[in-house]
């Protein structure tokens, strides 16, 4: 069989080894303490999983959706104006099924190939992904510890800066936990409108943002709307990971575009489904401020801990992960993530699945809570990998 050409873009899984070894280990019976999946371990709220049981309990709702319904849409449309003071209509909402379907799918929406996107690097590996769909040619602007893993859009070069299509931000980011000011959202998009760059914002962690900083949405900033869109995820703000809920908000005509290249390859989403998202978008949000203090709470108990045993963690400010470089006598991010998991049972993400900039950094996921963090730490103290 020969496979289609575009497949070459992609390469080997770099998490297969990471499982393969994890197995082993399992089978061995030691205690694991995996850290590398950011998937929340905290409970769906009671009211959002009543919604889709009851109605799924509805025949009716078993059915085609074809669209995202009017009471879906006008629920995200309310809790934009409520969570971020931002006014939106509903032709300015489209649903997918998770921000990495969204990805995939809006990088084919705006760009032939050929193409130049700017990409933040280290970024989550789905962007990269979106450019690769599109076979469009990606220029990563780095994202580095000087700057505070900040975009410094001054340091794009003009011609390249000319040539681009479009712009991938993400803050907070993943993996490296920094958040956004509203002084790089003021120059990122006075560079979109100079340059005439579509701005696509990953929105993911707007509500896992620490130390008392309030998150925003992209659309808060002056002239966002006219440059830009983001995907606004409920995966990680309400647990709902599974259930692969997201939207494209923004500039009226991209969101359109989306829709329709949606639509060609989906019925839309299940109707149960559209019942829990407005559940999730209409009811308390009391839980969402508890769980960040958690968040924040475990984020203290890994970098301290690590601190503790001899391991150089700064603080992230937001998002479940925290990005650590790996000890110097390692030579590469894979080869210290598969010598931490046999010495001391530690699974964690390389930072080489990041991007260009990404290797030479692990990346730990929030999963745990802090009394097994600390002993996590124990653990690796105990191992001598950082010796």
């Known amino acids: 069989m020969q496979f289609s050409k575009r497949m070459d873009r992609f390469g080997d899984e770099i998490f297969a080894a990471l499982n393969d070894k994890k197995i082993e280990l399992e089978k061995q019976g030691r205690k694991l303490y995996n850290m590398s ?26 059915h085609y959706a074809l669209r995202d319904t009017d009471e879906m849409l006008d629920a995200v449309v309310k809790y934009y104006k409520r969570r971020f003071g931002v006014d939106i209509r509903p032709e300015q909402v489209a649903s997918c099924s998770g921000t990495q379907e969204g990805m995939g799918l809006i990088g084919m929406a705006l760009a032939n190939e050929g193409d130049t996107v700017l990409l933040p690097t280290p970024c989550y590996p789905v962007f990269i992904t979106c450019a690769k769909m599109a076979g469009a040619v990606p220029y990563y602007y780095p994202m580095t510890k000087e ?3 900040l975009p410094k859009v001054s340091e794009i070069p003009e011609d390249v800066a000319r040539r681009a299509k479009f712009m991938v931000v993400s803050l907070p980011s993943n993996p490296m936990g920094s958040v956004g000011t509203p002084e ?14 579509l701005i696509i914002h990953d929105n993911a962690y707007s509500d896992i943002i620490f130390d008392g900083i309030e998150g925003h949405s992209f659309l808060n900033y002056p002239g966002a709307e006219e440059v830009g869109v983001e995907f606004f995820s409920l995966s990680k703000s309400f647990n709902l990971t599974g259930a692969r809920i997201s939207f494209l908000v923004g500039r009226e005509d991209v969101v359109s575009a989306f829709r329709k290249l949606h639509q060609q390859i989906s019925f839309g989403m299940f109707l149960p489904l559209q019942k829990a998202a407005i559940a999730a978008l209409t009811g308390p949000l009391d839980s969402v401020k508890e769980q ?28 479940m992960f925290v990005w650590v470089p790996i000890p110097p006598k390692f030579k590469s991010s894979m080869e210290f993530c598969m010598e931490l998991m046999d010495k001391a049972g530690v699974i964690v993400t390389p930072g080489s699945s990041f991007g260009p900039l990404g290797e030479g950094y692990v990346r730990f996921a929030l999963v745990l809570p802090p009394d097994k963090i600390s002993e996590m730490c124990q653990v690796i103290k105990a191992s001598g990998i950082l010796d």
């Open 292 to 319: 960040c203090q958690k968040y924040q709470d475990r984020r203290d108990a890994l970098c301290g801990g690590l601190r503790s045993i001899g391991w150089d963690a700064v603080d992230g400010h937001g998002s």
């Open 37 to 62: 999946v950011g998937t929340p371990d905290f409970e769906t709220p009671e009211h959002i999983r009543e919604a889709l049981i009851e109605a799924a309990k509805d025949p009716e709702n078993w």
């Open 147 to 149: 700057n505070g893993f």
């Open 184 to 197: 790089v959202y003021e120059e990122i998009i006075a560079f979109a409108r100079k340059y005439d760059i």
